[in-house]
């Protein structure tokens, strides 16, 4: 493709390029939103993100090196963030017996307190998400997670934990899906985007 999606005498008569500048107006809600909350607890944003994925992870996805991966950021960046935060008392380290040089990133009840605060940025995006049908909702979720699929297959997003990157997940035509760790067929709103089973396909 040579012409850009923003080119609005392209755009105005393409639909996946309207599509692209929707949701790249949507991304500017999501950076609008957590730049608010950032600046209300004097934060930055990725300050920000970094305590919520804190807040909802589990021991093994709370660490540096995953972290740099979660955010595609450099290690001395996500150390740099976790020295901050740190120093506000937001978080604590606690490290593993088996290598000092290796910690889990704990919340203190501050950095708790704060993360729950925070994780609520997104409820001006989920009100219009909300009034949509039932079955559109399905749709848009299965489309959004194609498209992440991709992203995440062409290497321009990485860690990624949604059901179709996993390797317990199965379909046909992406029309039934099924989880052999649970053993059932899922519904298109059993489908996740972040699950703490995944397993990645080798």
Sequence with gaps: ???SDFDLNHQNRNT?????????????????????QSKEHSLSPIQVQV??????????????SYLADEFNMTKATISDTVKTLEQKGLISKEFEPEDTRSYIINLTEKGKNIAHKTSLFT????????RIEAGDKENLLLNLMEIIRY?????VI????????????????????????????????DLRIDCPEHKSRV
Excluded at 51 to 64: A, D, G, M, P, T
Excluded at 123 to 130: A, D, Q, V
């Design 158 to 189: 990485t860690i990624q934990r949604m059901c179709m990157t996993c390797a317990f997940y199965k379909s046909e035509n992406n029309q039934n899906h099924f989880c052999t760790l649970l053993n059932q067929e899922l519904n298109h709103e």
């Design 151 to 155: 992203l995440n297959q062409s290497g």
């Design 51 to 64: 305590l919520i994925f804190l807040l909802h992870h589990s021991n093994e996805k709370r660490k540096v």
């Design 16 to 36: 996946e390029s309207k599509i692209i500048a929707s949701l790249e107006r949507i991304s500017q809600a999501f950076r609008v939103l957590l730049w608010q």
């Design 123 to 130: 409820k001006e995006i989920r009100t219009p998400i909300e």
């Design 1 to 3: 493709m040579n012409t």
